[in-house]
């Protein structure tokens, strides 16, 4: 199992064992396109990936989850584990993401048209991901602050689990718009839906933060070196994030 | 050798009979034909496992069969060749099932008032209450049936059938777990609801006292097949095939053939030696016989006694004497024939001496006692 | 409204809904025999197959006002089914058919056919034959029925996490909340809640039990 | 009156009697003692409710009773004093349940089968394929349970039991749903069964007549008490109180009072009026007792008789009279006591006129067939 | 191993372990008549009451290696039981028993008493009726639960995803598998994976059903 590799010192070995990454949700439309190049570029075997919540992720580093490598939108929850001792060097800054509307059909309106919109039709519902633990979503609530859509009338505002289920309801049209973080949208082609780009004074980024953690071994600082290098950030670029 | 009871194609609305005629080609094998008159006892006889239970669950609307055809009280409840099937519940049958099939769950009291129509709550307690009463259940009311005897659950599936107000009533084996004294009375009150009731009545016994205690007539059936409908006493005093005598638990069964018959008396001969007189009959000297000897036409002899015009005297010696209380019954190794002799003795009548295995012994056999069963006649 | 009214108030009325269906469902397979009942019997359980948010997500195609199916639903019940109380119920109620079936069927088989055929030859119509006959005896199929639904809908969380969006006051139940808190590192409030949650429950499955056993008398 | 029975508190350990001493307060009320010699059968009799089927069930140790003490081939199986409980499987009883209690799932020859122990499994289905072969159910062992008639399913029962080659034998009611035809090949196959087995064996029956041909001896329950014990013809010819008389079957008992004895007879007063003449007896005149009459002393007179050293004369009206088939039973009602008397007379004695309601009659009654149950010595 | 293959050794293991353990309980609660009873029953549901994901995420602070129990847990099992497929399966067999106890409970409880001392008359051992004469005819009882633990297993997805840690190749079902389609907006995968699981789950359904069906020959 992945586990015992941890302990698997031999170089030879190393090379042909895969990375053990904890990726964050907001990694899932990014990650397919970066571990390619990596594969691509380096020649190392396609790393292990885990995909979950950061909370979930960091709930399971802090108890032994055997992940070498964790990327993260959520600042907070690498601190944690700085200080819980999980991690083995200072976090890293990737890159900063923005936020987008996406918009049901066309005529996308600004933030700020959205509130009289809301005031013409009463059934208008906008998602965002949940601001209690998902930093887009936290982006979000300043974005709607700033733009004085808050408080939003009682049923008005759907908090996903988290950020690509935000967009699911506006792609199946439980939701006319959500409030994203513009990675998700960026090399999303979906005619029913307009994607906007939110003010970016209105709220305050995010930063995605990568860690390398105790079991990391070899495999996995190539990896997380590689993901430092411009190429990456390149990549990185193409799905609408900046450079830190 | 069934009786023709099918029902006629033109059936006066107005008879209330209960009309049987049954076939089934699977198992269980059926070929049924009964009837049985408004306000008639029937007792179905045959040993176990012949399809009494089937015949009165299929009456009931219980069991398929291939061909059927069924009337009772002027309606059709049954006819297979024109589809038609009326539903157990519209039947209005009172039917004590032979392993009671009580509700569980539902005290005795209301086991019961459940199967009584078309009244209030109080009229229905109350009936039940009289039914249970009738039945010696009374202070059992409350009960579960999982906490009565054997006896107790059937005493109360009979209630629940009785108090029913059935259009017909199917009893399987309803006394069988009730001790002596307990049945009287149930035969009692059997008798009193009769008299009320005008409906026919079907009456599964292995019991042949109870038959003739209660039954008017009686159907004869075995391995599905019906042998013989009749009265009681016409069944039991003359039955039509040397099958039927010994479902009837006749044991004196001789097979003999004709020798001689004029006026005054006919002749059997019981395996070569041995020669019975009966009374005069019609049967061609040759013909072969069962010959059925009432165990009443038997009684004791003396040693010197011989045939006269009322009696045959067999000689022989006793197998075994059991006390049956007041009586006894002996089993007699007769010298002129292999098959041995049974019948039952007034314990007064009877010397110590003739107990005993071995000691010698003389039969009288009345004349009028010996029944001659056609063997040719007979299936 | 608290979460735990929510959730309570869900769990309520999707067993009321549910045990007339698993009844009817459950005495259908347990009497009849026809020739595709092992098929029948086996898409019941596909409710359990796949993942609650993976239903939820296909549920929301489903019910989505934009959807063609959506827009009878709407129709038919007044409004859309997606993030209202009301739509949490009907994904609730689909999600929880095999624990309404199952042990129905189950009691159903072993209630022995000579007292309903009793029942019948007493004059008891279908209907009254299952009021005073079946019902009585099948308590502890429903009793079954009726607390694995109540506990599986009280602590189901995707489906209603996707159908319902999480709004507080009508869709948001206690799952969610815990749920919420635990992603949120707040592991006092998600220990308390969770307390609550299992003491609640522990106390109506209590008291649903104690009545019915008295009730049945167990005799 | 119970009869003691108790285990004495020394026992002799080649002793291979069944001993029962059973106490129970609550419901079912039980004060029970009864013995059975190995080799023995001893019938268990009482009325529907009594407790007979507890009694077997405490035996074979599926019931508890308050105070019980049970020992059988040597052993003690049950000394609730000393907390003493053998468990149930180490008792190796031969059981008939009431209800069957066979094993639904498994077919005939298993349920035979699965009752034997200690043997291979071809011999296990041997001895079960003999034993449904001796029962009757040759063909059947496929079947399961479901798919059996009553009978036969008590005969699966039965032959389950016998199969198993008990210790003791119990069986309760094992013949109730059998014909007479079966039946009486079923006690010859008991009847073989005791030659070979020295075993002691209860047996449940409502059935006198198989009392008087199954069992050694006989014991009376009523109300979960015993009331009596001994040989089956010393129980059956002198119950020990009128409520014995009854739970047998007798139907001619008469309240009287001993008005006069000498060495040549005794005399009694029924109801003023009437005196009937019994043998001499030690019975102190004003005596209460119970005149028991046995049917078999009774017979019909001409209306001119009178009583003579042997025979009471008693005259009266038929009141009812029922064919059995070569007897009848007839029901007189006396005209001097209130009671009615039941008797039966071959019908080749009994003239038409005999018979009819309401037709004058006069009845023999043999002084040797009255017997007095002396009322202040019975409970 | 592709995520079809640990579903499906999961929802297996998780249902042979299960079975025995919600035999020996539920013909406890059937038989046994003791005072606590309707506490026991209630607290064999409480696994259902509280959400998938937070019961996880009790097991993994009961399991992790960092904990007391869970060093406890891990010298027992010669490995720390999260994120390996043991660990999995201990979670998986938590999070199912209501499924093996109540079916078979019902089942129990049906069974007559004096078949079973009929059973001891004639002299077979606890053991022996246990395997002659409860087995055979608790087997209704044996397959309901079997199907509700086996079909809620392959849906389980939030213990799984928390003590199993999403690891592709060992821990990662076809649950999360599909999830995770479900998040990276491939709906296509995510369409085809869950059509495999449903029919694929639907087969082994069904080959069960149909045997036993035979077996019990409808009897
Ligand atoms: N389900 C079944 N499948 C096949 N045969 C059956 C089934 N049920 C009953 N039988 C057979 O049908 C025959 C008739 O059964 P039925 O119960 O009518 O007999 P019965 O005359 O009532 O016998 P008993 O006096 O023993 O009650 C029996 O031989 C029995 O074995
Ligand atoms: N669970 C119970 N609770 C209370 N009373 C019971 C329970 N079971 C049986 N009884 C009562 O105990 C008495 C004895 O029952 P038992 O079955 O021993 O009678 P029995 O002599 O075998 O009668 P039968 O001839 O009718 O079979 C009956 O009066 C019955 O009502
Ligand atoms: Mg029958
Ligand atoms: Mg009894």
């Known amino acids: 199992p992945a586990y015992s590799h941890a302990d698997d010192k031999s170089q030879d070995d190393a090379a042909q064992t895969p990375a053990v990454v904890a990726l964050a949700s907001s990694f899932r439309t990014l990650w397919p396109a970066l571990a390619d190049a990596y594969v691509k570029e380096t020649g190392n075997p396609n790393p292990l990936v885990s995909f979950a919540s950061s909370g979930l992720l960091t709930t399971q580093i802090l108890h032994g989850a055997p992940f070498e490598l964790y990327l993260s939108a959520d600042e907070a929850t690498i601190d944690r584990l700085a200080l819980a001792g999980k991690t083995k060097q200072e976090k890293y800054a990737l890159a900063k993401g923005t936020l987008s509307l996406a918009w049901r059909g066309a005529g996308a309106p600004s933030l700020s048209e959205l509130g009289t919109l809301m005031e013409e039709n009463k059934s208008l519902k906008i998602a965002i991901a949940n601001p209690r633990h998902a930093p887009y979503g936290i982006a979000a609530m300043q974005a709607l602050d700033n733009a004085g859509l808050h408080p939003l009338p009682n049923g008005k505002l759907l908090t996903a689990e988290n950020a690509s289920q935000a967009l699911q309801y506006a792609l199946n049209g439980a939701a006319d718009a959500a409030l994203v973080p513009t990675i998700l949208v960026q090399q999303f082609g979906d005619a029913n839906i307009m994607v906007l780009p939110i003010d970016e004074a209105s709220y305050q980024r995010v930063v995605h933060h990568l860690t390398l953690l105790q079991a990391a071994d070899k495999p996995a600082v190539t990896l997380s070196n590689w993901l430092k290098t411009p190429q990456a950030l390149t990549i990185m670029q193409g799905f609408g994030l900046t450079a830190p | 050798m069934s009786v023709n009871t099918h029902p006629p194609a033109e059936l006066d609305p107005s008879d209330k009979s209960l009309w049987v005629s049954l076939r089934n080609q699977s198992a269980p094998i059926l070929n049924v034909e009964m009837q049985c008159r408004p306000g008639e006892m029937l007792a179905l006889v045959g040993p176990s496992g012949s399809g009494k239970s089937t015949v009165l669950r299929t009456i009931a609307g219980l069991q398929k069969v291939d061909f059927g055809h069924i009337r009772c009280n002027g309606e059709t409840w049954l006819h297979t060749k024109h589809r038609n099937d009326v539903k157990v519940q519209q039947r209005h049958v009172g039917m004590v099932f032979q392993h009671y099939a009580l509700f569980p769950h539902k005290s005795v009291e209301e086991n019961v008032s459940l199967a009584i129509r078309g009244s209030t709550r109080a009229e229905k307690k109350q009936i039940a209450a009289s039914w249970l009463e009738r039945t010696n259940m009374t202070g059992l009311e409350k009960r579960k049936p999982g906490q009565l005897s054997g006896g107790q659950k059937q005493r109360v599936a009979l209630a629940r059938a009785l108090a029913s107000n059935p259009s017909v009533l199917l009893l399987d084996e309803p006394f069988s777990a009730v001790d002596q004294q307990t049945r009287r009375k149930l035969y009692r009150e059997l008798a009193k609801l009769r008299r009320g009731l005008d409906i026919p009545m079907v009456l599964v016994t292995h019991d042949v006292g109870e038959v003739q205690q209660l039954a008017d007539s009686m159907c004869l059936i075995h391995k599905g097949q019906t042998l013989q409908q009749g009265s009681v006493h016409e069944v039991i005093s003359a039955p039509e095939s040397k099958a039927i005598a010994k479902l009837l638990g006749h044991q004196n069964l001789f097979a003999a053939s004709v020798s001689n018959q004029d006026s005054t008396h006919t002749s059997y001969e019981l395996g070569g030696t041995e020669t019975l007189h009966g009374e005069p009959s019609d049967l061609a000297p040759g013909t072969r016989v069962t010959l059925l000897i009432a165990p009443s036409a038997i009684s004791l002899a003396d040693n010197s006694s011989h045939d006269n015009a009322e009696h045959n005297v067999l000689h022989g010696v006793v197998r075994d004497a059991v006390s049956m209380g007041d009586e006894w019954s002996i089993t007699v190794h007769l010298h002129t024939v292999t098959k041995s002799l049974r019948f039952r003795v007034p314990q007064h009548l009877l010397s110590s001496s003739h107990v005993a295995a071995g000691s010698p012994i003389s039969v009288n056999i009345r004349r009028s006692g010996i029944l001659a069963i056609n063997d040719t006649h007979s299936m | ?219």
């Open chain 3, 1 to 219: 409204m608290s979460p735990f009214l929510v959730s309570f108030k869900l769990a309520i009325w999707t067993t009321i809904i549910l045990l007339p269906i698993g009844m009817l469902l459950g005495r259908w397979l347990a009497f009849a025999r026809f020739k595709g009942k092992a098929w029948v019997e086996s898409l019941v359980l596909l409710p359990l197959v796949l993942p609650p948010t993976v239903i939820g997500y296909y549920l929301l195609l489903v019910f989505s006002p934009e959807s063609f199916s959506g827009s009878l639903v709407a129709q038919w019940f007044g409004q859309p089914l997606v993030f209202t109380f009301p739509g949490l119920v009907v994904a609730s109620v689909i999600v929880n058919l095999p624990f309404a079936v199952q042990p129905m069927q189950l009691a159903y088989s072993s209630l022995p056919l000579e007292v309903r055929e009793a029942a019948w030859v007493s004059g008891l119509s279908s209907f009254e034959t299952w009021w005073h006959i079946e019902l009585p005896q099948i308590w502890q199929g429903i009793l079954g029925s009726a607390t694995l639904i109540f506990s599986h809908t009280l602590g189901e969380f995707g489906v209603v996490l996707l159908v319902g969006g999480n709004i507080e006051g009508s869709t948001r139940t206690v799952s969610i909340a815990i749920y919420d808190h635990v992603q949120a590192f707040d592991m006092q409030s998600a220990g308390w809640y969770s307390l609550a949650l299992l003491v609640l429950s522990l106390a109506a499955l209590l008291v649903v039990r104690i009545n019915t056993h008295n009730k049945a008398g167990h005799a």
